[in-house]
């Protein structure tokens, strides 16, 4: 692996990139490092609002449900409740049934989609 490393930075330094990424990168979409660091930074700001708003209807399940079942609401959607509100907003406000999604995407053929994809 190191001597990998060293491979991939002698290219980059010949073809005159300070380092594989940036030699990546422009043969990619992006071109450059900094396209990449104003893209993240974009994307992280419209990323942030989004998030409020879907922090809000996770949190207003989670009041409800706790309501419903008597427990303490404590304000917090915690990391472990992530995933099962996350579930709930999928089935309650898009109509989308997690087992015949499954049924669509059989693992095996996922899998090897994937490998196909990340081959190239």
Same mark, same amino acid.
């Given at each position: ?16 990139? /300070? ?9 990619? *979409?992006?071109?450059? /490092?900094?396209?990449? $660091? ?9 990323? &942030? ?5 879907? &922090? &809000? ?7 409800? $449900? ?33 087992? &015949?999604?499954?049924?669509?995407? /059989? ?7 994937? *490998? ?5």
């Amino acid at each position: 692996l190191e001597k990998l490393i060293d491979l991939r930075q002698r290219h980059a330094d010949l073809l005159g990139y /300070p380092n594989h990424a940036a030699y990546v990168q422009e043969t990619k *979409m992006a071109k450059n /490092p900094d396209t990449v $660091e104003q893209f993240l930074s974009n994307l992280k700001a419209k990323m &942030k609002v989004l998030w409020e708003e879907e &922090k &809000k209807v996770l949190l207003n399940l989670k009041s409800v $449900e706790s309501e419903e079942l008597g427990l303490e609401f404590n304000g917090k959607i915690e990391k472990e409740d992530f995933r099962y509100y996350t579930t709930k907003v999928v089935e309650k406000f898009y109509s989308v049934d997690q087992e &015949k999604l499954r049924e669509y995407f /059989p693992l095996e053929t996922v899998t090897e989609g994937m *490998m196909r994809i990340y081959e190239d």
